[in-house]
């Protein structure tokens, strides 16, 4: 059967996360369900590159898919985009690949973006697509102390109890906060993330612009292995999966 590798744009807001489950519709569930329509109703299974929670967004995500014809990859696009409709998702490019080609065990390094609007004034346009901060954060502050968890570590404090993988150590390999006006991005980039770790992260960060936490504060909570040391979990609907690079 051919393979194709799909690269999908989403909004997450809608969705219970990328993940088909009992209690609402996903981005998986979307996109089999479209796939079906193209395969007289048969359903094959969407493989994501990374399973992002109820409101999570995504910019690059990448998933892959067997069908049982071929396809020029610009009208499957195109026709996987009709059955989308009205959702907001976007299968942005349709690829063939070999079978060797896992969306998740093939991809070297997942890319997440999270972003913060610190501003007094309330969201209008960014409603939904950011978190909204309003006391003053030190962007700079927030990028020393980020680099002190660069690398690899046991990441037990920043990760989600019920995470399922079978070891907290991961290998950071870019935590980068930069400001631009009142925007503050967090950019996150390793070959895996333990569940809820970037936004983890990024509401611990938020702690040290504040002026709750230090420099230090942070790296104690990261040498704790302890998750009731986690600052707070920043909400769903700042993050963003940028891109996966295989």
Sequence with gaps: MPRFALTIEYDGGPFVGWQRQENGVSIQQRLEEAVAALEGGARRVVHGA?????GVHALGQVAHVDLSRDWREDRLRDALNAHLRPD???VLEA???TDAFEARFSALRRHYRYIIDNRRAPMT???GRVWHVKRPLDAEAMHAAAQLLVGRHDFTTFRSTECQAESPIRALDRLDVRRDGSTIEIVASARSFLHNQVRSL???LEHVGSGRWT???LRAALEAKDRARC???APPHGLYLVAVDY
């Design 50 to 54: 990374g399973r992002t929670d109820a």
């Design 88 to 90: 907001p998702i976007a």
């Design 95 to 97: 690829r063939s690949v």
């Design 125 to 127: 346009l960014r409603l």
């Design 202 to 204: 990024a509401g611990s």
């Design 215 to 217: 420099a230090a504060e």
């Design 231 to 233: 600052g707070q979990v």
